[in-house]
């Protein structure tokens, strides 16, 4: 039997994670552009999100969401399955992602092995290499860093003065350290300690270095990329603008020159480093000259746009809605004979991929009271589901009718793929262990019912591979 391997779970999980950054970095590209006359604190702001779904594993949902896409379009079964299991709620996509791949091996093919699990396994490796080539070069970059500070001199409190270096940057995350070319001039090192003081009070040197990390996870999407260079372009202006924010136009002019003379044209993947001259000096420059004060209204409306923009994209859309709990509450039942409200339930409830429900069955005659649900699929789906750590969608609904049934002892699911029959059960006492409660507790009520269906649907359930 086919085993999955948990770095094909975090792998497919990382891809949906990806997919789903997509969207919320076009999103916040638009409002940027939106947003290009308020202070570029606020578009500065807008990258939280971004960077809270590339590293964040776990689905948030609430009633406000601007997410208009599926947080998961890969199922988790992918690699089982006949065809590619991609959905990520956009016509077109879904209408085109199906054809990519092939469903079925390759003629003369003895292996067993889908193409699609061969192909997610190639692009798993990748990743992964990916991920050490990213590693390897922030290290040696670092290295490089550092071996060019030899012989710094400390100037005054945590700023240094080297001979061997061009840029000023900030080193350090627990105590940074402020690195200056030695040949700069009084005035110069005045403009440029503000500003890398700047970035240390608003913690950019720690937000860089996890806007990197995040960066090697996602090595693979250009979007990230787009992201992480808009996102410390946003950090460099916004920085500027705090430091300016208090001088005459005389001291704006000065500080333009400084940032120009000060401009490499060089860009620091390695994160830790926040170099002065970094980023696009044309822009920089052209935001410095022309500063003013933003207008009440204007940072109001920026603010309010930035924090329901956050907000938004930081959750998904609810999917246990009081339209499911209410359609499911309508047969909560005392008894596990009462066949027609425990038909309600079992037709009711969702199914993975490529599994149809059939029918159900009922022991009522002595305790252990059971419902067993017949279910046809396909032999790759079959063998996915056959593996305990796979189980999660099925518990889930065991979970849910458990929670209705109220002298029901056990849910036993029977996948059939026409020629071979795999069942799972699971009882009560594992599921109300699993759920830390009562489950006929949480029925008593459309109140409570809805929130258990949402606390159940964000659940990664992994079940424990059972002994033998």
Same mark, same amino acid.
């Given at each position: 039997?086919?085993?999955?391997?948990?770095?094909?779970?975090? +792998?497919?999980?990382?891809?949906?994670?990806?997919?789903?950054?997509?969207?919320?970095? @076009?999103?916040?590209?638009?409002?940027?552009?939106?947003?290009?006359?308020?202070?570029?604190?606020?578009?500065?702001?807008?990258?939280?999100? &971004?960077?809270?779904?590339? #590293?964040?594993?776990?689905?948030?949902?609430?009633?406000?969401?601007?997410?208009?896409?599926?947080?998961?379009?890969?199922?988790?079964?992918?690699?089982?399955?006949?065809?590619?299991?991609?959905?990520?709620?956009?016509?077109?996509?879904?209408?085109? !992602?199906?054809? &990519?791949?092939?469903?079925?091996?390759?003629?003369?093919?003895? %292996?067993?092995?889908?193409?699609?699990?061969?192909?997610?396994?190639?692009?798993?490796?990748?990743?992964?290499?990916?991920?050490?080539?990213?590693?390897?070069?922030?290290?040696?970059?670092?290295?490089?860093?550092?071996?060019?500070?030899?012989?710094? #001199?400390?100037?005054?409190?945590?700023?240094?003065?080297?001979?061997?270096?061009? %840029?000023?940057?900030?080193?350090?995350?627990?105590?940074?350290?402020?690195? @200056?070319?030695?040949?700069? !001039?009084?005035?110069?090192?005045?403009?440029?300690?503000?500003?890398? @003081?700047?970035?240390?009070?608003?913690?950019?040197?720690?937000?860089?270095?996890?806007?990197?990390?995040?960066? #090697?996870?996602?090595?693979?999407?250009?979007?990230?990329? @787009?992201?992480?260079?808009?996102?410390?372009?946003?950090?460099?202006?916004?920085?500027?603008?705090?430091?300016?924010?208090?001088?005459?136009?005389?001291?704006? #002019?000065?500080?333009?020159? &400084?940032?120009?003379?000060?401009?490499?044209?060089?860009?620091?993947?390695?994160?830790?480093?926040?170099? +002065?001259?970094?980023?696009?000096?044309?822009?920089?420059?052209?935001?410095?000259? =022309?500063?003013?004060?933003?207008?009440?209204?204007?940072?109001?409306?920026?603010?309010?746009?930035?924090?329901?923009?956050?907000?938004?994209?930081?959750?998904?859309?609810?999917?246990?809605?009081?339209?499911?709990?209410?359609?499911?509450?309508?047969?909560?039942?005392?008894?596990?004979?009462?066949?027609?409200?425990?038909?309600?339930?079992?037709?009711?409830?969702?199914?993975?991929? =490529?599994?149809?429900?059939?029918?159900?069955?009922?022991? %009522?005659?002595?305790?252990?009271?059971?419902?067993?649900?017949?279910?046809?699929?396909?032999?790759?789906?079959?063998?996915?589901?056959?593996?305990?750590? =796979?189980?999660?969608?099925?518990?889930?609904?065991?979970?849910?009718?458990?929670?209705?049934?109220?002298?029901?002892?056990?849910?036993?699911?029977?996948?059939?793929?026409?020629?071979? %029959?795999?069942?799972?059960?699971?009882?009560?006492?594992?599921?109300?262990?699993?759920?830390?409660? =009562?489950?006929?507790?949480?029925?008593?009520?459309?109140?409570?019912?809805?929130?258990?269906?949402?606390?159940?649907?964000?659940?990664?359930?992994?079940?424990?591979?059972?002994?033998?």
């Amino acid at each position: 039997m086919e085993t999955m391997f948990p770095t094909d779970l975090v +792998f497919i999980k990382v891809l949906n994670m990806s997919l789903t950054s997509v969207y919320v970095i @076009l999103f916040v590209v638009a409002v940027r552009f939106l947003l290009r006359k308020a202070p570029k604190a606020y578009s500065y702001g807008l990258w939280s999100v &971004v960077l809270f779904r590339l #590293v964040c594993p776990v689905s948030l949902q609430g009633v406000f969401s601007l997410v208009r896409i599926k947080p998961n379009p890969i199922a988790d079964s992918i690699m089982h399955s006949e065809g590619p299991q991609m959905s990520p709620g956009i016509g077109l996509v879904d209408k085109t !992602s199906r054809p &990519v791949l092939p469903s079925q091996p390759p003629a003369g093919d003895v %292996t067993g092995i889908s193409p699609i699990r061969l192909w997610v396994s190639i692009a798993r490796t990748i990743w992964l290499l990916g991920i050490a080539l990213m590693l390897v070069y922030g290290v040696v970059s670092l290295i490089r860093i550092r071996s060019k500070l030899t012989g710094a #001199v400390r100037h005054r409190d945590n700023i240094y003065l080297a001979d061997h270096i061009d %840029t000023p940057f900030v080193i350090g995350l627990i105590r940074p350290k402020i690195c @200056l070319p030695s040949d700069l !001039s009084e005035k110069e090192q005045e403009f440029v300690i503000l500003h890398e @003081l700047t970035h240390i009070k608003r913690l950019d040197h720690i937000a860089k270095v996890i806007a990197f990390l995040a960066l #090697v996870l996602h090595w693979f999407n250009p979007f990230v990329w @787009l992201a992480f260079f808009l996102s410390v372009k946003d950090m460099e202006m916004s920085c500027d603008e705090k430091v300016i924010s208090s001088m005459d136009a005389g001291s704006r #002019v000065e500080y333009s020159q &400084v940032l120009l003379n000060l401009s490499t044209g060089k860009r620091m993947v390695a994160a830790v480093p926040i170099a +002065f001259g970094e980023g696009e000096a044309k822009s920089r420059l052209k935001n410095v000259l =022309n500063y003013r004060k933003p207008e009440w209204w204007v940072v109001a409306v920026a603010l309010v746009t930035v924090v329901a923009v956050v907000i938004g994209l930081a959750v998904n859309p609810r999917t246990g809605d009081k339209g499911l709990a209410s359609t499911l509450l309508q047969y909560r039942t005392e008894y596990v004979g009462n066949a027609p409200k425990v038909g309600g339930i079992v037709t009711t409830l969702e199914y993975p991929a =490529n599994v149809e429900y059939c029918h159900f069955s009922l022991q %009522t005659d002595t305790p252990p009271y059971s419902v067993t649900l017949y279910l046809n699929t396909d032999a790759d789906t079959l063998r996915f589901y056959s593996e305990d750590i =796979n189980q999660g969608p099925f518990f889930k609904n065991a979970v849910i009718m458990l929670s209705l049934i109220r002298n029901a002892d056990s849910v036993m699911f029977m996948l059939d793929d026409g020629t071979r %029959t795999h069942a799972m059960e699971f009882t009560r006492s594992m599921a109300e262990s699993f759920m830390g409660g =009562n489950l006929w507790a949480y029925s008593e009520s459309q109140e409570q019912f809805d929130g258990f269906l949402e606390t159940l649907d964000s659940m990664e359930i992994c079940l424990p591979e059972s002994d033998g």
